[in-house]
């Protein structure tokens, strides 16, 4: 069974960076395109930056300029970068394929103070 586990969250001033990242145990990693999501306090999780299988990336608006996704095919990681947080950005974050299709993890938790 495939599995996802984040990790990288915590507690950061706003205007700091945090690095997120995500293992996914199991063979179908390579073959699928990626995303990060969120869910803040009240709100529907959202999907705020996917990386195809060759690398190409999209955001969403909110965190464009701001947010880097990458993947790292041979160990079945992709991470996200986050730099000029902002205390909007508190939420949980989770990983998974796009369109979600793998059971959801537990998320890292990203708290920004202002």
């Known amino acids: 069974q495939v599995q996802l586990v984040e990790s990288g969250g915590g507690l950061v001033q706003a205007g700091g960076s945090l690095k997120l990242s995500c293992v996914t145990t199991g063979n179908t990693f390579s073959a699928s395109p990626m995303g990060w999501y969120r869910q803040a306090p009240g709100k529907q999780r959202e999907l705020v930056a996917r990386?195809?299988?060759?690398?190409?990336?999209n955001y969403a608006d909110s965190v464009k300029g701001r947010f880097t996704v990458s993947r790292d095919n041979a160990k079945n990681t992709v991470y996200l970068q986050m730099n000029s947080l902002e205390p909007e950005d508190t939420a949980v974050y989770y990983c998974?394929?796009?369109?979600?299709?793998?059971?959801w993890g537990q998320g890292t938790r990203v708290t920004v103070s202002s």
């Open positions: 998974n394929a796009v369109p979600p299709n793998i059971n």
């Open positions: 990386i195809s299988v060759g690398g190409s990336t």
